[in-house]
């Protein structure tokens, strides 16, 4: 098979692989085959990964032998499995593991162009030097997009030479879910000033449609409280009072992302990048405000479900109700803050981009003095 979907683990666009074409082979990272109802049965949304046909485990043994590994601590249990003819490729075949592979990095850095270089930052630039030298001629990346600190700063340059490799030598690329990382703006041709109102619109519709998705997950994680309060399912019912929350938090991210680009949207004036800025850091302070609030309303919900299981007070029903509704409403404003936090940091690269394109900070002065 000449198609591969490598897919990492980014929220917002990992979905988008091809998991349900047989024609495509799918590679996935560590502990993401494991992204399975048997793992989370009470967390839709980490259950993901649809299907896989390699995992890309590039870990030292203490690593992924660990039994406290945060990710996942049945991660190790799980490598023991035979999972027929798929792959785990390691940086040493484990004996332990049945369907582990030696990468052939030797190899790799001995015929692929570019690998001689050495430049290997992250499990993602391994993948592809990887997929070459297996002669894949289509390949498409998921669920990659690199936005903390780390990633960005140690990681993305070297996930740009990668894809550099990729198209001299005529690998069709046929899906990048990081794009946003190459400007498509051609230097002193096409930039601006000022970020077109049709930006915030297509942001805000991109925005709706998945926030949408997530408040279809948060309503049914709600009727499954409803339904694990009635039948005093006590144990499944904490598991998801803290999955609703995530998921929560979820949508009131992408809610507050959405609001921001709907206010721009309508704006007529001059926006400046200072007001980006602005936005972000109150969104900021707001979230870690709420968050706190957010935190004093768990533990009070503890505390009355505890005094609920005990002694089946009604009263301490009604009032854990009250609060775990509460909890969730903060939750969802911690996530608008941060949903707006990041957003308007999305704006400051876009307004950056723009300005480089038109020619940097000498074009900003000749035009505002």
């Known amino acids: 098979m000449n198609k591969l979907a490598i897919v990492g683990t980014h929220p917002r666009t990992r979905s988008n692989a091809p998991f349900d074409d047989p024609n495509v082979d799918i590679w996935v990272f560590n502990e993401s085959a494991q992204t399975t109802p048997e793992f989370y049965p009470n967390e839709p949304d980490k259950q ?3 299907r896989w046909d390699a995992v890309i485990q590039l870990h030292k043994p203490e690593v992924y032998r660990s039994q406290t590994n945060w990710v996942n601590n049945r991660h190790w249990e799980w490598l023991q499995r035979n999972h027929g003819d798929k792959v785990i490729w390691m940086q040493n075949a484990d004996p ?3 369907n582990s592979k030696t990468i052939p990095l030797d190899e790799i850095i001995e015929s692929v162009p570019g690998a001689s270089y050495k430049w290997f930052t992250s499990s993602a630039a391994y993948s592809i030097a990887l997929a070459i030298y297996l002669g894949y001629k289509e390949i498409g990346l ?5 936005e903390s600190n780390t990633e960005y700063g140690y990681q993305l340059m070297n996930f740009v030479f990668w894809i550099g490799v990729c198209e001299g030598l005529g690998i069709n690329l046929y899906h990048v879910s990081n794009k946003k990382y190459f400007s498509e703006k051609l230097y002193g041709y096409e930039g601006e000033i000022q970020i077109p109102r049709s930006y915030f619109e297509q942001r805000k519709n991109e925005l709706y449609n998945t926030w949408q998705d997530a408040e279809k997950q948060s309503n ?6 409803t339904d694990y309060i009635l039948s005093r399912k006590y144990e499944k019912l904490v598991d998801v009072i803290l999955a609703w929350r995530e998921v929560a938090i979820s949508a009131g991210k992408l809610s507050g992302a959405e609001q921001e680009a709907i206010n721009y949207a309508k704006r007529e004036d001059m926006i400046s990048r200072q007001e980006f800025e602005r936005r972000a850091a109150e969104a900021a302070k707001q979230g870690e405000e709420q968050k706190a609030l957010m935190y004093v309303l768990a533990g009070k919900t ?4 505890n005094v609920w299981k005990q002694s089946g007070n009604y009263e301490a029903l009604q009032q854990m109700r009250t609060f775990i509704q509460e909890q969730m409403q903060i939750a969802y404003n911690v996530g608008a803050s941060n949903g ?6 999305e704006y ?14 000498r074009t900003l002065s000749a035009m505002t003095g």
Request: proline share 2%; charged share 30%.
């Open 340 to 345: 707006a936090y990041h957003e308007n940091l």
């Open 302 to 305: 503890e505390y009355v479900f």
């Open 220 to 225: 049914k994680l709600r009727d499954r409280v």
């Open 348 to 361: 400051i690269k876009e307004y950056d981009d723009l300005l480089t394109a038109a020619g940097g900070v």
């Open 142 to 146: 998921y669920g990659l997009d690199m």
């Open 48 to 50: 993901w990964c649809k």
């Open 96 to 98: 332990d593991v049945p």
